[in-house]
């Protein structure tokens, strides 16, 4: 898909190259603009805050301390209108009537202004990069259109940190948006296979590869050698084939549907037009179909808490029997909450009468499921090829370390590592370099009332411990086998019955699948 409506032009790669050059001659990168504009005032704009970095540009433009950078930034960041010459000054390859060639820019009160979101993107995939998308609530007035595309947002990025990047032969990247996803996906794939229903979003997608070509690793002669861009629902355009990984960032939040509604009147960058939480428990079933013998899913989604269900068993229903299951639960959100949320994120809010109607059919419909909460989280799914080994559950709401993906992948590692071993008793085991122990004793006594183990990386996570399990811990330097340690505990603390051995072990087993403790082996490898 070359072009859409209010999308950039993607045809004349001459002038897109020469548009890259202009933005890397003016230093429009994450550390450029965060120097003109400072630390604080950039970081502000990712909460839409636009106010100090567009008076700090306001100011550099002025004085002309930096000025062809203050340019680009008050156009494409903040969303200024400048003369054509001022432009043809900052863009001197591809000049204001490149940038209206290539539909960047648009006429506006005797000067241009931006016609799309352009900022720049810092990353592992390619260093500095540049992205496209549609312009935010903040810079244009009035509700968004229906076929917004958007651009990098939280969910993006929290996925990009999730995503696994071990290498694989084809990766696939449903509902590419803005094409973020497979930015970070064509660091570790030999090919991307990139979906959307929304043909602007497939457009803005192949304008934003080719704008980073050299970057990405791609021939812009031969896109297709590396990157495949196809329309379609879901799973449609890829029927039939399999991936070694699969990463999206779906249409996941829950809308009411209303009577007569075509697919035009649905936000498409974040509403699958599916009842409920349709759209994820599907692509839940589904995607382990699409994947390799082995192969991994990442994928983002909230999902409906009806009242007395725990969300856990909710989701574990949904998973295919020969699926390896990991769900993190990030949040929860109460139905007001929820509806206020998204509402807002598609600036509803500035029509008000459209804002109370939607509010009260968003409440309506949560209320005939009887949902209580909405919860938000990450899903990680394997192609078991054979009976599923691992269902993991969890919620944890405090800070991550990113990127978790490195710590998603090493915490399967250890899953699978535990599924296979036949006796944790006879492995010896160690204390990973990240754990810190915590004790906790009222004044004068004799012994810890609480004592802790915390995580200072990965998942962060803290656990209560037993005195039986702090000694064990304590003793696991990787010279004796977990066995040998809890006879050792066994006789200085004379118990001799075989449920203390038997609980203490399935303890350990715990400790291990946390990354409290890992193998001694696994670390002798490292």
């Given amino acids: 898909m070359n072009h859409a409506a209010g999308a950039p032009y993607s045809d004349d790669q001459d002038l897109i190259d020469r548009l890259a050059a202009d933005l890397g001659a003016a230093d429009y990168t994450v550390d450029g603009v965060a120097g003109l504009v400072g630390g604080d005032a950039y970081a502000a704009l990712d909460r839409d805050q636009a106010v100090p970095a567009l ?10 301390a930096g000025s062809r950078l203050a ?7 903040l969303g200024e209108a400048l003369p054509a010459a001022e432009l043809d000054g900052a863009f001197p390859s591809v000049g204001a009537a490149g940038l209206l060639a290539l539909g960047l820019a648009e006429e506006y009160d005797g000067g241009l202004r931006a016609a799309v979101d352009l900022r720049p993107y810092s990353s592992d995939a390619g260093g500095d990069l540049w992205v496209a998308s549609d312009l935010g609530s903040h810079l244009r007035p009035g509700v ?3 076929d917004h595309v958007l651009g990098i947002g939280r969910a993006s990025l929290t996925l990009a940190q999730f995503a696994a990047r071990a290498p694989v032969d084809r990766a696939l990247d449903l509902g590419t948006g803005c094409g973020i ?3 970070h996906l064509l660091a570790h794939a030999r090919h991307v296979t990139a979906t959307d229903i929304s043909k602007r979003a497939l457009a803005v997608t192949r304008f934003n590869l080719l704008l980073n070509a050299p970057a990405l690793g791609i021939d812009p002669e031969h896109l297709d050698e590396r990157v495949s861009l196809r329309s379609g629902n879901l799973l449609e355009p890829v029927a039939g084939e399999t991936f070694g990984q699969i990463v999206s960032n779906p249409p996941f939040v829950i809308t009411p549907r209303t009577a007569g509604e075509a697919p035009a009147d649905q936000f498409t960058y974040r509403d699958g037009g599916r009842a409920g939480d349709d759209i994820v428990s599907s692509l839940i079933r589904g995607l382990p179909g699409v994947l390799e013998p082995g192969g991994t899913a990442q994928l983002l989604g909230n999902w409906e808490i009806p009242e007395g269900l725990a969300w856990e068993s909710r989701i574990a229903g949904w998973v295919p029997d020969t699926a390896d299951a990991w769900v993190v639960q990030r949040e929860q959100l109460t139905p007001t909450h929820y509806a206020e949320t998204w509402l807002r994120d598609a600036a509803e809010n500035r029509n008000p009468d459209r804002f109370a109607e939607r509010f ?6 949560f209320a005939s499921r009887s949902v209580e909460h909405i919860g938000f989280g990450m899903v990680w799914l394997r192609n078991a090829g054979g009976p599923a080994t691992l269902r993991r559950f969890e919620e944890i709401t405090h800070d991550l370390e990113q990127p978790i993906g490195p710590h998603m992948s090493a915490g399967v590692a250890r899953l699978d590592w535990l599924g296979t071993v036949g006796d944790l008793s ?4 160690t204390v990973a370099d990240d754990v810190t122990e915590e004790r906790h004793q009222r004044p004068g006594a004799e012994h810890p009332g609480v004592i802790l183990l915390r995580q200072g ?3 962060r996570r803290t656990t209560l411990l037993s005195t039986e399990l702090a000694g064990f811990v304590s003793a696991c330097d990787g010279d004796l086998t977990a066995g040998q340690i809890i006879g050792a505990l066994a006789a200085l603390l004379d118990r001799d019955d075989e449920a203390f051995g038997r609980d203490l072990l399935e303890d350990v ?3 291990v699948a946390d990354g409290f403790l890992l193998p001694a082996s696994a670390r002798a490898s490292a």
Avoid: I, K, M, P
């Fill in 181 to 183: 996803q497979t930015f």
């Fill in 360 to 365: 009260g059919a968003y409440l309506t419909d």
């Fill in 426 to 429: 006879a492995e010896h085991l």
């Fill in 71 to 77: 340019a680009v930034v008050l156009v494409f960041l």
């Fill in 144 to 146: 968004l259109r229906t």
């Fill in 55 to 64: 008076l700090a540009a306001r100011g550099a433009h002025r004085t002309g």
């Fill in 457 to 459: 990386a990965g998942f």
């Fill in 509 to 511: 087993s715990s400790l």
